[in-house]
Antibody, heavy 118, light 110 residues
C-alpha cells in the first residue's frame, strides 16, 4: 500500500534552516510528483511547491521563492523540502503528499511539526 | 497568481443541506479542476471531491461538487448533514505553475 513517512518534529531558532524528509513506498516513485503543503497553528492549508519524481523539476509558491529547495533521491524513494532563514511564522505542520500532477488528488504523509522559536 | 475565497464559516442543522462556495479571483473557474478537502481537528486533510465533481471511493454521495462560470465559483454541497461532517473544508485549484488553496470554511452541524 502507498505510504509516505515523514521525519520527526523539529525545533529551530530564527534564521536557521530545516530539511524535512518524506520516505515513500508502495508505488512507482518516478511516476508521481510530491507536493508540499504547510499549516500554521489554527490556520488554513498553504501550498508550498511540487517536485517531479521523474526528473526533479520543481514549482515553488511565490511566497517561498529564494528560501525553499525541494529535492528527491530516487534510489531511496525519498523527497526533501528545505526551508531557510526561518522565522517564527514558519511554525507549522509540514505535509508531503504524493501527487501525479497539479489538480490530481493527493495521498498525504502524516505531517511534521516545525517550531521556530528563540 | 489568483486567489480562492471561501466563507469563513457556515452552520446548519443535522439532516439539512449546506453549500460552501469558492470564488476564483482571476482566470476562469472552468480552466482548471477544483478539488475539495475535509479536515477534522488533528487530522490530515482528505479529498472529498476532485475534478470539480468526482467523489473518491469511500466518500458518501451526500457530497457533491459543481462549478458556475457565471459567478466564477465552485461549490461543495453536503446533503443529509450528519454531526460527523463537522470539519474544515478547503477548496483548491491551480494554474500552469502553482496550486492555490482557499482559506477554508468551518462547517458547524448544530
Amino acid at each position: 500500500q502507498v505510504q509516505l513517512v515523514q521525519s520527526g518534529t523539529e525545533i529551530k531558532r530564527p534564521g536557521a534552516s530545516v530539511k524535512v524528509s518524506c520516505q515513500t513506498s508502495g508505488y512507482t516513485f518516478t511516476s508521481h510528483g510530491v507536493t508540499w503543503v504547510r499549516q500554521a497553528p489554527g490556520q488554513g492549508l498553504e501550498w508550498m511547491g511540487w517536485i517531479s519524481g521523474y526528473n526533479g523539476n520543481t514549482y515553488y509558491a511565490q511566497n517561498f521563492h529564494g528560501r525553499i529547495t525541494m529535492t528527491r533521491d530516487t534510489s531511496t524513494r525519498t523527497a526533501y523540502m528545505e526551508l531557510r532563514n526561518l522565522r517564527s511564522d514558519d511554525t507549522a505542520v509540514y505535509y508531503c503528499a504524493r501527487q501525479l500532477n497539479f489538480g490530481d488528488p493527493e495521498y498525504w504523509g502524516q505531517g511534521t511539526l516545525v517550531t521556530v522559536s528563540s | 497568481n489568483f486567489m480562492l475565497t471561501q466563507p469563513h464559516s457556515v452552520s446548519e442543522s443535522p439532516g439539512k443541506t449546506v453549500s460552501i462556495s469558492c470564488t476564483r479571483s482571476s482566470g476562469s473557474i472552468a480552466s482548471n479542476y477544483v478539488l475539495w478537502y475535509q479536515q477534522r481537528p488533528g487530522s490530515v486533510p482528505t479529498t472529498v471531491i476532485y475534478e470539480n465533481n468526482q467523489r473518491p471511493s469511500g466518500v458518501p454521495d451526500r457530497f457533491s461538487g459543481s462549478i458556475d462560470t457565471s459567478s466564477n465559483s465552485a461549490s461543495l454541497t453536503i446533503s443529509g448533514l450528519q454531526t460527523e461532517d463537522e470539519a474544515h473544508y478547503y477548496c483548491k485549484s491551480y494554474d500552469s505553475r502553482s496550486q492555490v488553496f482557499g482559506g477554508g470554511t468551518k462547517l458547524t452541524v448544530l
